[in-house]
């Protein structure tokens, strides 16, 4: 069965400074993984998504993130936190192809201090 | 493009009550998902439906009924509300496509109080 586990439940950050969310996965099918942001009180945003092209994914915002079948890692990263990153991140991970099987890591919250 | 729909946004209901949750969505998606989301447990899969007048059982579908008779629209059901079922309900859409790695598109939510 899939899981995700998100390590950290809170980062803080300060503004300029590099970002780094950690996520680990298991997966009994070749996985699908996806990183969404939420804003307070808004609906989640895709921030990017691994497509198996390539290990290394970019996405919205200056994020991207890398993928390690090694060490069944996803982390998302960020040279350098902008307040406007201060958020709640969702690693999920999907692994069937009936499009059902989505598991949602439990969040980290990204406080960016100024 | 609207997206994703959500009515209401927000409502209180009694325990006991009933309710529905409407979800629409305008892109011709396939796959419709209804989730809830309590702190610190990330999102939980309720029901999902993956066509018109096809809908399955998630992680936590106790106390929940779905419907879709309209391909643009999944309506979640709460017959009777129970305090436990006070959360913040997110619906999503997915477009079929060969493989699994195309994203879901979420509405803004709503928030559910049980008194």
């Known amino acids: 069965a899939q899981s995700v586990t998100q390590l950290d439940s809170h980062v803080s950050v300060s503004e300029g400074t590099p970002v780094l969310l950690r996520c680990n996965y298991s997966s009994s099918y070749s996985p699908s993984l996806f990183w969404y942001v939420q804003h307070p009180n808004k609906g989640l945003q895709l921030l990017l998504k691994y497509t198996s092209a390539a290990t290394l994914v970019k996405g919205i915002n200056g994020f991207e993130a890398e993928f390690k079948k090694s060490e069944t890692s996803f982390h998302l990263t960020k040279p350098s936190a902008h307040m406007s990153d201060a958020a709640e991140y969702f690693c999920v991970v999907s692994g069937d192809n009936y499009g059902q099987n989505f598991v949602f890591g439990p969040g980290t919250r990204l406080s960016v201090l100024p | ?115």
Not at chain 2, 47 to 60: D, I, L, Q
Not at chain 2, 98 to 115: I, K, S, Y
Request: glycine content about 10%.
């Open chain 2, 1 to 115: 493009n609207a997206g994703v729909t959500q009515t209401p946004k927000f409502r209180v209901l009694k325990t006991g009550q009933s309710m529905t949750l409407l979800c629409a969505q305008d892109m011709n998606h396939e796959y419709m998902y209804w989730y809830r989301q309590d702190p610190g447990m990330g999102l939980r899969l309720i029901h999902y439906s993956v066509g018109e007048g096809t809908t399955a059982k998630g992680e936590v579908p106790d106390g929940y009924n779905v419907s879709r008779l309209k391909k643009q629209n999944f309506l979640l059901g709460l017959e009777s509300a129970a305090p436990s079922q006070t959360s913040v309900y997110f619906c999503a859409s997915r477009r079929k496509l060969a493989g699994d790695h195309n994203e879901q598109f979420f509405g803004p939510g709503t928030r559910l109080t049980v008194l």
